[in-house]
């Protein structure tokens, strides 16, 4: 059908990489806060 708008396949994979990334990030740096409130909970 033509007029109607859709993702390329190049477009829907950079899409995913982004959000990949995006969460991949949030994650780590949930980690390292979880991680560096444990040390000082240690100490």
Known sequence: VQG???LSS???GWLL????SLSFISM???F???QAA???QMF
């Open 28 to 30: 780590s740096q949930s």
């Open 4 to 6: 109607v708008p859709y």
């Open 32 to 34: 390292i806060g979880f």
């Open 17 to 20: 990489r982004w959000i990949t």
């Open 10 to 12: 190049a477009e829907v």
């Open 38 to 40: 444990g040390v000082e």
